[in-house]
């Protein structure tokens, strides 16, 4: 029996090595790697840039923690802000962190409670964000749960304005629901948000753990909609690999977080932003964006023509995609692991396609013949 608990349904594969789009498994067998770790290996595996990055910090510092200066952190927090709403920048090192981090502040700067989420949300796995989450089966067994989150459906403006009272602090959601299925905000909802938040100085908080550092072809996936956030949350892609999360505020925010009031011992440790340094400095570049959204078009172009739009559905942006089937997928993503392409799931009926943002065409060719191959036979 396994020494771990198991809590992961684990594929049984054991990959050693990655170099780039592409994994290599304990046997010798190669995988194009579409799932990048979830969202997370940004520049593909093994990018040059970010393990020289570990390499020279590991030879200087590996940790000295928050109770001292940190101009490093403080380069990276810049970095993250430039041309953004935000001031502020605090360091964690999950994406549920950086969730529970907004939450705090969202209810101690607003002196209220209540935060409305959206169903098929996911927000991570602590008590808070776990309680912000609209899905069941994260939550089942656990309760009771935080009282002050109130969830309703993702794309329904009546029922978010009836959802509006004196007591909410905060709306937080994702501009893309990567986990809940890869569902797109209405433009029309994404305006009533911000004019509510407007009107009524509620805070909105924006999770981008999964579509932002650039997934989505922006740097973060707000900017390609009409939201006003005060506070968004990062990881995953932030650090390609290594552990960090973000979260950034406006200014107006700042003194809500004064010392003492937060913290995290591993937050914004010197290893995790010398790598997250060096991600940023690649994928907030202009051209590697274009090429980004290029590769996304490339993708979608071919996928269409690929596969019955009757039969499938293609969502997303950028490198964010789902592929919406009529059929359960789990099956289809463990044929696809079998011909040496990894997916993963979102939801029960939707392929999540998140290849490394540094994918090449010839790769994505692959991926779809593959994906043909299985998709269309079994039709
Ligand atoms: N928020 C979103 C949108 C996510 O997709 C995830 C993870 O999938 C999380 C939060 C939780 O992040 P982590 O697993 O790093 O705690």
Request: charged share 20%.
């Amino acid at each position: 029996m396994s020494t771990l608990f198991q809590n992961y349904a684990r594929r049984p594969v054991h990959i050693v090595n990655g170099q780039g789009t592409i994994v290599t498994d304990d046997q010798g067998k190669e995988y194009l790697d579409f799932t990048s770790g979830i969202a997370v290996v940004s520049l593909g595996h093994a990018h040059p840039a970010i393990v020289e990055a570990l390499k020279q910090q590991s030879e200087k510092l590996w940790h000295i923690s928050n109770l001292f200066a940190s101009p490093e952190q403080e380069q990276l927090a810049a970095a993250l802000v430039t041309d953004t709403p935000f001031g502020q920048a605090f360091f964690c090192n999950s994406g549920a962190e950086a969730n529970e981090a907004a939450i705090k502040l969202a209810r101690r700067h607003t002196k209220k409670n209540i935060i409305i989420t959206f169903e098929q949300s996911f927000h991570g796995r602590t008590f808070g964000a776990m309680s912000a989450t609209g899905q069941d089966k994260v939550r089942q067994g656990f309760g009771p749960l935080l009282e002050t989150f109130r969830t309703i459906p993702y794309n329904d403006k009546q029922q978010l304005e009836a959802a509006i009272d004196e007591d909410v602090a905060a709306i937080m959601l994702e501009a893309i629901q990567g986990e809940g299925g890869v569902n797109q905000l209405d433009p029309d909802v994404a305006q009533a948000i911000t004019d509510i938040c407007q009107e009524k100085g509620i805070l909105l908080i924006i999770d981008e753990v999964q579509t932002g550092i650039s997934r989505t072809g922006t740097r973060y996936a707000y900017e390609q909609t009409n939201l006003q956030p005060d506070i968004i949350t990062l990881a995953k892609g932030l650090g390609g690999g290594f552990p960090i999360g973000a979260m950034l505020g406006t200014k107006a925010l700042a003194e809500s977080f004064g010392p003492g009031t937060h913290g995290t011992t591993f937050g914004g440790n010197p290893l995790a932003v010398a790598v997250a340094q060096a991600v940023i400095n690649i994928v907030f570049e202009d051209e590697f964006l274009q090429q980004v959204q290029r590769t996304s078009d490339y993708l979608i172009d071919k996928l269409q023509a690929t596969l019955p739009q009757d039969q499938f559905a293609i969502r997303g942006e950028g490198l964010l995609l789902g592929i919406v089937c009529q059929d359960e997928v789990a099956p289809i993503i463990q044929q696809a692991e079998a011909a040496g392409l990894l997916l993963v799931q979102a939801g029960t009926h939707v392929i999540r396609l998140l290849p490394p943002l540094t994918v090449t065409n010839e790769e994505i060719d692959k991926a779809i013949a593959i994906l043909a191959s299985i998709l269309l036979d079994e039709k």
